[in-house]
């Protein structure tokens, strides 16, 4: 079983920054995909960015310039830049990895991220 732990949450204001970690039981090289995904209240999850395992990342588009995904591998950490924060970004963002071996995904427990305006 993979444990995802995020952290780094928070309420902050518009055009302010954060940075969400997500820091996984196992190494990191055991999954063909890791990324960020997020739910806005009454709406559906979303995927916000991943890297998939040759190092390509996406990005949705409401968060192209703003946002950057980066992992380390030493630490088994993935992370999220978020610069330029909008009320819109106002949601419960949730770490994923799709596993090589058996395609399993597995979420984190989330972690809430406000924007005021």
């Known amino acids: 079983q993979v444990q995802l732990v995020e952290s780094g949450g928070g309420l902050v204001q518009a055009g302010g920054s954060l940075r969400l970690s997500c820091v996984a039981s196992?190494?990191?090289?055991?999954?063909?995909?890791v990324g960020w995904y997020r739910q806005p209240p009454t709406k559906e999850r979303e995927l916000v960015a991943n890297?998939?395992?040759?190092?390509?990342?996406n990005y949705a588009d409401s968060v192209k310039g703003r946002f950057t995904i980066a992992r380390d591998y030493p630490t088994n950490t993935l992370y999220l830049r978020m610069d330029s924060l909008k009320p819109e970004d106002t949601a419960v963002y949730y770490c994923?990895?799709?596993?090589?071996?058996?395609?399993?995904?597995?979420w984190g427990q989330g972690t809430q991220v406000t924007v005021s305006s």
């Open positions: 994923n990895a799709v596993a090589r071996i058996g395609s399993n995904d597995y």
């Open positions: 196992k190494s990191i090289f055991n999954f063909k995909a």
């Open positions: 890297i998939v395992s040759d190092g390509i990342t």
